[in-house]
Nanobody, 125 residues
Framework: EVQLVESGGGLVQAGGSLRLSCTASGFSFDDHGIGWFRQAPGKEREAVSCITSDGRNYYADSVTGRFTISSNNAKNTVYLQMDSLKPEDTAVYYC???????????????????WGQGTQVTVSS
């Protein structure tokens, strides 16, 4: 059974940092991409970042230079280091896993089969 569990969310002031963790089980990182998505109140869910074993990593323009995605395969965990946080980063953050194929779009929810329950990130101004 595939499971994804996020942690690390919380309340932080603008300019601060948080590190989100996504601990996975039931599948191999070798043939899956792990992505982070977020959904703010009243908005559609959007792709934030993704890491794959074959280097098809992705960052949304809005977080490039501020967020860093990394993985510890020995711990089956993917991290999202979020620095210089802004109030507009406030959202529920979800990690998701998608099987890699010749066509894998790290920005498309449809390419991710398994999802975590989400963790709230709130950035105060």
């Amino acid at each position: 059974e595939v499971q994804l569990v996020e942690s690390g969310g919380g309340l932080v002031q603008a300019g601060g940092s948080l590190r989100l963790s996504c601990t996975a089980s039931g599948f191999s990182f070798d043939d899956h991409g792990i992505g982070w998505f977020r959904q703010a109140p009243g908005k559609e869910r959007e792709a934030v970042s993704c890491i794959t074993s074959d280097g098809r990593n992705y960052y949304a323009d809005s977080v490039t230079g501020r967020f860093t995605i990394s993985s510890n395969n020995a711990k089956n965990t993917v991290y999202l280091q979020m620095d210089s946080l802004k109030p507009e980063d406030t959202a529920v953050y979800y990690c998701a896993a998608g099987r890699l194929g010749s066509i894998f779009d790290p920005t498309s929810e449809n390419d991710f089969e398994s999802w975590g329950q989400g963790t709230q990130v709130t950035v105060s101004s």
